[in-house]
């Protein structure tokens, strides 16, 4: 079965630093991973998604991912913070590839101090 | 493009009462589904619609929850009664390929 780990519940960086959000997936098929942003009372907003092409996937926001087979990681990465960055962080796996239902992480808030 | 429509955002009841949810997804998304959001933790399926028909609805306490999508659009959740467990923020969401696409939510607050 599908599942996934995302270490740390809160992470907290100051402005301009690098943000660095983990996750780990478990998957019997190739996996479809995913991150999704949620803000105060709002939905999720997909980031990113990997799906067999490129390791390394560029997103929305100045976000990207590289998927480690080796290391079943999908880890997350900023650069430089931004305050508009504070908000909750969702690792998803797909269970079924292209057309599967979505297994998510317990997210990780992000917190960006001045 | 207009994103997914979820009415109300906010719902307050007290314990036994009947509530529902109403989601209108983007037009043109055959796959539509609903998940639950506990405090603290991230979304779980509770019902996956493909077009008309739910094809998965293996986690959706059936025994008071139910959903429809009549002619493959809109839907509804319905929880009858509800239960102080059943608070939660009930998001739905629309699909195209692998990509899904939320709604904002109602946040359920059960008394």
């Known amino acids: 079965a599908q599942s996934v780990t995302q270490l740390g519940s809160h992470v907290s960086v100051s402005e301009g630093a690098l943000v660095l959000l983990r996750c780990n997936y478990s998957s019997s098929v190739p996996p479809y991973l995913f991150w999704y942003v949620q803000y105060p009372n709002q939905g999720l907003q997909l980031l990113l998604k990997?799906?067999?092409?490129?390791?390394l996937v560029k997103g929305i926001n100045g976000f990207e991912a590289e998927f480690k087979k080796s290391e079943t990681s999908f880890h997350l990465t900023k650069p430089s913070a931004h305050m508009s960055d504070a908000a909750e962080y969702f690792c998803a796996v797909s269970d079924g590839g292209s057309q599967g239902n979505l297994i998510f992480g317990k997210g990780t808030k992000l917190s960006v101090k001045p | 493009e207009a994103g997914v429509v979820q009415s109300p955002r906010y719902k307050i009841i007290e314990k036994k009462q009947p509530v529902a949810f109403w989601c209108n997804p983007i037009?043109?998304?055959?796959?539509l589904y609903w998940y639950r959001q506990n405090l603290g933790q991230g979304p779980e399926l509770l019902i996956r619609y493909e077009n008309e028909e739910a094809v998965d609805d293996s986690q959706l306490p059936k025994d008071r929850f139910s959903a429809e999508r009549l002619k493959g659009v809109d839907s509804t959740l319905k929880i009858q009664p509800a239960e102080l467990g059943d608070s939660a923020v009930y998001l739905c969401a629309s699909g195209y390929h692998y990509e899904q696409y939320f709604g904002p939510g109602t946040r359920l607050t059960v008394t």
């Open positions: 990997y799906t067999s092409a490129a390791t």
């Open positions: 037009s043109g998304h055959n796959t």
